[in-house]
């Protein structure tokens, strides 16, 4: 059965004082004595749990371990100690002798002769060892496997993708919770180096965070053939990672390892990590990757804490999010000048702050946004990150040859991240090129199974295509993923304004407005202005239009919104005069001209069609 190191050293005190209790206490003095400071109740109550799960128990009515609240736990099955079996009758006694016959009605045991007292030590002697390969004391496991070539559980069929699930954060710290999640984004972005291995990304897998689905399960879900899980639990600047690999099908325990080091350390730690599971599942990888995954750097700890504090505040998405997590990554560059992914990460952080979904112009922070990404890359061209900021800093300014060739570079560096793949999908809907965009779309998919904004982002190519139908199932499967996920219903309000199914139309888009957040974003609020004049409710288009007038007295309102507004209420004239503002101000939004279904009553226009030329949008 397949125990990780807690469970297990719990069963072997348990076992020892079979019919006993032991206190939580004692549990703690025995097993708790390598000086890191974690949460002891969380730590033996997750262990004895698991270790219930793999013995088939249950707390409620228990065959094996009883728990006596407060106190501690007892062994109540039947154990029958394995002990060295006497030696044969008569062998060497005096002759005639009555071994074991009573004298005086005392039963006499004749003196153990010397061969016997060997057995007997040589029998401890092998059950201590068993003790201590069994719990792996000082990697003695390892050390000996290895010293007499004996290799650990071999994959019983060929594995080709595999699943990182969220490391647990052992610290219980929720201040922690980055730490964790940036360390199994790091696993991921390090096993995506391999270019035959097909990984599954963050936004999927993270979905699994503090569930307990079996591994068949999960692995069904996400379509691979193994998973990896773990801990990481991070005391000072002492960081110590426990992975397990597990072959999912038939499920099958292949390999499990710690690793600590000093967060100094961290990089060489991580790739110790892939290289181990690389190893272990037989993954050909070649010596480009090899030299990828490999090459470290030790890094200042206070610029890695912050760095991944940066991610962190990236994935929450809000402008105030955004805001922070561009203090954390200058922050980190200040603590070491020369850490390439901080860069690239700062890029990225201006980008979204002055993105879609901000009410914050992207011309705000261009220069910083483009600075940093070339900082990156002057430190490490081979990051995959620094291309992929640089590649949508040149999309935003209408740099389409420039844009192509930086997120195609980003995607060869990190074969199986999806980020760069929807992002390089998109660029290839709003070019024209739909059926390479489907080709990517589905990629993508392969890789973020359960990513509403992935089929969301193919339904949209597939519909330019022509191909409604299909269409329709993925943005029905998105939903479905994302029942909150704005974009969903947005992109169904859309389908249905085109098939004229307008009441169908209005309730998505009553749904959007319902999952937008408190900031509106103004660039949503012009796309569903568009769809409710297409859908027949000028009273709704009214209401936005209002809404965005009253906000661009006090803030920025893009002018594209403005333009979309004007457009749905068949206002060409005004429409225009917006959309030239946006060209003066690099309105981010204006990247949807060449496709866009909505302006579709302005393609005519001699000014409209100097617009694109002016975009260097290809012909």
């Not at 409710?532 to 006090?554: C, P, Q, S």
Request: hydrophobic share 40%; aromatic share 8%; with cysteine.
């Amino acid at each position: 059965m397949r125990l990780q190191d807690k469970p297990l050293q719990i069963l072997a005190v348990l076992l020892e004082h079979a019919g006993e209790v032991v206190t939580r206490e004692e549990l703690r003095e025995r097993l708790w004595t390598d000086g890191i400071i974690v949460d002891f109740e969380h730590s033996i109550n997750t262990a004895v749990k698991r270790l219930r799960e793999a013995l088939g128990d249950v707390a409620e009515h228990p065959r094996y371990i009883e728990t006596l609240p407060r106190h501690g736990y007892r062994f109540i099955a039947p154990v029958e100690p394995l002990t060295p079996s006497l030696p044969p009758q008569g062998g060497g006694g005096p002759a005639g002798s009555d071994r074991g016959a009573s004298r005086g009605g005392v039963v006499y045991k004749p003196p153990l002769r010397r061969h016997w007292v060997v057995a007997t030590a040589g029998g401890l002697v092998v059950a201590v060892l068993a003790l201590l390969l069994s719990l792996n004391v000082g990697g003695l496991r390892e050390r000996l496997l290895t010293s007499v070539g004996v290799r650990r559980a071999a994959p019983s069929s060929k594995i080709e993708s595999i699943a990182v699930l969220p490391l647990e954060n052992l610290s219980r710290d929720p201040e922690q919770e980055y730490f964790a999640d940036g360390m199994t984004d790091e696993l991921i972005t390090d096993l995506a180096k391999i270019g035959s291995l097909r990984v599954i990304s963050r936004n999927s897998v993270m979905q699994y965070k503090r569930q307990h689905k079996p591994t068949p399960q999960i692995a069904q879900e996400l379509n691979v053939d193994a998973v990896v899980e773990g801990t990481v639990l991070r005391s000072g600047n002492r960081v110590r990672i426990s992975a397990q690999l597990i072959q999912a099908r038939p499920e099958k325990h292949l390999w499990a390892e710690s690793y600590e080091r000093d967060l100094r350390d961290i990089l060489s730690l991580q790739a110790e990590v892939t290289q181990s599971i690389a190893h272990e599942i037989r993954i050909s990888v070649t010596p480009a990757e090899r030299a990828r995954v490999s090459k470290t750097r030790p890094v200042v700890p206070e610029a890695y804490q912050l760095y991944l504090q940066g991610n962190f505040q990236n994935l929450q998405e809000s402008d105030r999010a955004y805001r922070r997590a561009i203090a954390d990554f200058q922050q980190a560059i200040q603590r070491d000048p020369s850490y390439a992914p901080a860069y690239a990460g700062l890029s990225m952080a201006y980008q979204e702050a002055g993105g879609w979904d901000t009410s914050i112009p992207f011309s705000t922070f261009h220069t910083q946004a483009r600075e940093a990404a070339l900082k990156a890359l002057e430190l490490d061209d081979n990051l995959a990150e620094a291309h992929i900021a640089l590649g949508r800093i040149e999309f935003y300014e209408w740099n389409w040859a420039g844009a192509d060739r930086e997120l195609r570079r980003g995607m060869e560096l990190n074969p199986t991240g999806t980020f760069a793949r929807i992002v390089y999908a998109n660029y290839l809907t709003l070019m024209g090129r739909f059926e390479e965009s489907i080709a990517v779309g589905k990629q993508t998919i392969e890789l973020d199974p359960l990513s509403p904004e992935a089929y969301n982002e193919l339904g949209w190519a597939l519909m330019f295509a022509g191909r409604d139908a299909e269409a329709l199932g993925h943005y029905e499967k998105g939903l479905e993923l994302g029942p909150r996920f704005a974009q969903s219903h947005w992109a169904l309000a859309d389908y249905y304004v085109r098939k004229g199914m307008s009441d169908e139309a209005v309730e998505h888009l009553r749904k959007t407005e319902s999952c937008l957040d408190e900031t509106r974003p103004p660039s949503w609020l012009g796309i569903l202005a568009h769809l409710y004049a297409r859908a027949g409710r000028r009273e709704d288009v009214l209401r936005i239009l209002r809404e965005l007038e009253r906000r661009a007295k006090t803030g920025y309102v893009s002018p594209t919104s403005l333009a979309r507004v004007h457009l749905g209420l068949g206002e060409k004239e005004k429409a225009l005069s917006f959309l030239e503002r946006a060209y003066e101000d690099r309105d981010i939004s204006l990247v949807l001209l060449k496709v866009d279904w909505g302006y579709d009553p302005l393609r005519s226009d001699s000014r409209f069609q100097d617009l694109l030329r002016r975009m260097n949008f290809p012909r």
